[in-house]
């Protein structure tokens, strides 16, 4: 039918068995979102390109899958190996790569993998497939032949074919050929020749190991002297008590759990400073007690059973010592541990645990892309947002790492932490931690089925905790965070009616190109942007702005923006402004949920606070540190 375009990632179809789209024009990655019920899949003919997505191994009712005439390329993933019901699979005409070991347990009885660049010897098995088309691939069909063997002396070659494995090993030529004696001669020569080298070479090797032991001998002291020098702690700590192999063991376990893949020191996650003193301690003082404990930085890993003395002192300078408290390095050690425990997921394994991201599994729709509920096997929830094709455009791979390590640095217990990522077959997603109680936006204005009575207490807290995740990303946080999409569908509520702000660090996502252009859009409809906003500037008075019309939220139950009401009223900060300083105005615009059980001074106090950061000239509204203050004083 001439289809142009790509198939996007959203081929959610509930029921479908066969699926061709074959002989048209569609371009772009295979997505790794196809329906699990599909027995045939045909996407001959097109202009696809990228690799064959491991999500296939999903597809455990396939029996017939054409990809050919495409510009795929890349390795099979092992994951094909899993289609146990495949029988049918045409692969020519592309760019594969690498080995066919993936599919010789396969039930195949039609394979065509023509014209790649397939390599390595033919598995035996597919050999006895009825129908195997194999030619124009690289393959490495010879024999490797066997190393040039050293003959211990003439008389071994002359013997007969029975004493002689030799001439067995090299063909019947050997057996029936006469054997110069000149040969005979040179044999020997390059045996001799070559017999002398190895030695001399066994000989350097073992000088320079010797040469080697003997430095180390030399430089423990300095060793140590030198760790001492970058200022660790001074103070016995107790004796590791695991052994070596115990201590590699779980490192390795750790490692391979929870690392991020990432051979590029500048996207792995740094630990800040505070947080590397520390390590530092821990790794310099158990080598001078002759141990060999070491605490993994990386991802996820669990301290030892070393324990800070009561007081550590910092040496600065001659003559002066810092006392740090060991309640905070122990917090600084906890931290550290959550900053890199970033685990890497698979396409296939948020595939499988959002139900092939599935729209019963869809919790909202953010200006990023939608984010789905996954449960994992053990029960535990977490949150997935896959991140739109326009949203990353542009960016580069190594970009969305660097992402990804910027915003595992955001450690705040008011803000929505991350725990993984994935970023496979052009497929970028992020991994949170879930709120089950979900957003404000639906606990103020959803359905009664979902709504939670918030008494004025608890809003007075939602704001506070609110207000403390800005606080952090505005002032304490380095570089600088400006949110950039703060509304109250970004306020989430976790099963404590605890705050946790999501969309933290996106911003390089939501500035750029046609998402910049589309999340302004929506802050303005949706009534939350600054006035700023409308000439492109956004900082960080643009968020307190926004904010405040979330405490406005808040503190009347409408919604931002309601087109339904009268168009005076439309806007929640255009009608509630006028009457913030009008005390019995303030009184009948406050959420009827709360049926007047507020104290009328605390009422008005907030007021005061939403009134501040609501103002026009953003020089003129406060830091959020101020806020936060002012929320405290609130009784």
């Given at each position: ?62 029996s ?40 010789q ?44 063997a ?25 057996l ?26 066994v ?20 060793k ?6 970058v ?18 063991a ?29 390590v ?70 948020l ?56 915003i ?111 999340s ?69 615009m ?33 830091a ?6 002012d ?5």
């Amino acid at each position: 039918m001439n289809l142009g375009g790509q198939l996007g990632s959203n081929l959610n179809f509930p029921s479908i068995i066969e699926l061709d789209l074959s002989n048209n024009h569609i371009e772009g990655p295979i997505p790794f979102t196809l329906p699990p019920t599909l027995r045939s899949l045909s996407l001959s003919a097109n202009q696809l390109n990228g690799s064959i997505p491991d999500a296939l191994s999903l597809l455990t009712q396939l029996s017939n899958l054409d990809l050919s005439n495409n510009n795929l390329s890349g390795q099979l993933p092992s994951s094909t190996g899993s289609l146990s019901s495949l029988t049918t699979l045409h692969l020519q005409n592309n760019q594969l790569s690498g080995t066919l070991y993936v599919l010789q347990d396969l039930p195949l009885q039609d394979l065509n993998i023509e014209n790649n660049l397939f390599s390595g010897p033919i598995p035996p098995k597919l050999l006895t497939i009825p129908n195997f088309s194999k030619n124009g691939n690289p393959f490495n069909t010879t024999i490797i032949p066997s190393p040039p063997a050293v003959a211990p002396a003439p008389v071994a070659i002359g013997s007969s074919p029975q004493e002689s494995p030799w001439k067995v090993a090299h063909g019947p030529s050997a057996l029936t050929a006469p054997v110069p004696a000149s040969t005979r001669k040179s044999v020997i020569a390059k045996s001799v020749i070559w017999i002398a080298g190895a030695g001399l070479l066994v000989f350097i090797i073992l000088g320079v190991f010797l040469l080697m032991l003997r430095c180390i001998k030399r430089r423990p002291e300095k060793k140590n002297a030198n760790k001492l020098d970058v200022g660790v702690f001074v103070g016995p700590l107790n004796k590791p008590t695991r052994s070596d192999s115990d201590v590699e063991a779980a490192n390795q376990e750790e490692k391979g759990k929870f690392e991020v893949p990432n051979r590029s020191t500048d996207f792995i996650p740094k630990v800040q400073e505070e947080q590397d003193i520390y390590v530092k301690v821990v790794s310099a003082t158990s080598e001078g007690n002759n141990g060999r404990e070491s605490i993994n930085t990386g991802g996820g890993s669990k301290l030892s059973s070393l324990q800070p003395p009561p007081q550590h002192f910092l040496p600065t300078s001659p003559g002066e010592k810092v006392i740090i408290n060991p309640a905070i390095t122990t917090q600084v050690t906890k931290r550290q541990v959550m900053s890199n425990s970033i685990r890497v997921y698979t396409v296939a394994l948020l595939q499988q645990y959002t139900n092939s991201f599935s729209q019963e599994n869809c919790i909202g729709e953010g200006t990023l892309g939608p984010v789905y509920r996954a449960e994992l096997p053990g029960g535990k929830l977490l949150a997935v947002r896959k991140l739109d094709a326009t949203a990353s455009m542009g960016q580069s791979h190594e970009q969305f790492l660097q992402l990804v390590s910027s915003i595992s640095k955001i450690q705040h217990a008011n803000i929505a932490r991350l725990v993984g990522y994935c970023a496979e077959h052009s497929q970028r997603l992020l991994v949170y931690e879930y709120c089950s109680n979900g957003t404000l936006h639906d606990t103020l204005h959803g359905y009664d089925n979902h709504c939670i009575k918030l008494p004025w207490n608890a809003r007075i807290q939602v704001a506070l905790g609110a207000a403390r995740a800005l606080e952090y990303l505005h002032e304490n946080f380095q570089p600088p965070i400006v949110h950039r999409n703060f509304r109250s569908a970004n306020v989430l509520l976790n099963d404590n009616l605890e705050v946790c702000i999501s969309d933290c660090g996106l911003g390089p996502l939501l500035s750029s190109g046609s998402t910049g252009q589309l999340s302004g859009r929506l802050l303005t409809a949706y009534g939350y942007s600054a006035p700023e906003f409308e000439s492109g500037s956004y900082t960080q008075q643009s968020d307190v702005f926004s904010f405040g019309v979330v405490m406005l939220e808040l503190l009347t139950g409408r919604k931002s923006y309601e087109k339904s009401l009268p168009r005076g009223e439309q806007f929640l900060v255009r009608w509630a402004v006028p009457q913030l300083h009008d005390i019995d105005a303030l009184s009948k615009m406050v959420d009827p949920c709360l049926k007047g059980t507020y104290p009328m001074k605390s009422l008005s106090r907030f007021a005061d606070i939403v009134s501040s950061c609501i103002q026009r000239e953003p020089e003129f509204r406060p830091a959020m540190s101020e806020i936060v203050q002012d929320l405290l004083r609130i009784k």
